[in-house]
């Protein structure tokens, strides 16, 4: 028997004085391309821990989870869940890591014309036009 389960991932909005931290990939897929940090859920890791490592490792910033923002399945054929958070600020210092060569802040009239992932896009969207409330 073959199971061929979705792998849980993570990808977190950080808001930062009116805008939102974003990663420019520096591996496949979609090098040079910018997105919420974010990665695969490692092996006895909570969802919640996977966020705020991610966004560390990704973008040198400590942050705490404050609200799960929901899990979707992309579809076509992308086996994943991925899990949305929104998270506060509490420390560190905005660097690229892991697998971002480039880490930004960006307000709503500044986001780059490459963000990918459709459902990045349709989160970042949501975030701006709630001003940052998510009902």
């Given amino acids: 028997m073959h199971w061929d389960n979705p792998k849980p991932v993570t990808a977190t909005l950080v808001p930062i004085e009116g805008g939102l931290v974003l990663v420019r990939r520096n591996c496949e ?13 490692e092996a006895r890791e909570s969802p919640e821990e996977s ?27 992308i086996n994943v869940i991925i899990l949305f958070y929104l998270a506060k600020l509490v420390g560190g210092e905005m660097r690229a890591g892991d697998d971002a060569s480039e880490v930004g802040l960006f307000k709503r009239s500044e986001l780059p014309g ?11 969207s949501r975030y701006f036009e709630g001003n940052g409330n998510f009902r």
């Fill in 114 to 124: 490459n963000i990918c992932f459709d459902l990045h896009r349709k989160m970042i």
């Fill in 51 to 77: 966020a705020c490592r991610e966004v560390w490792e990704e973008t040198g910033l400590d942050v705490e989870i404050r609200q799960i923002l929901g899990a979707y399945a992309p579809g076509r054929g």
């Fill in 29 to 41: 897929p979609f090098v040079d391309d910018w997105c919420l940090p974010g990665g695969f859920i």
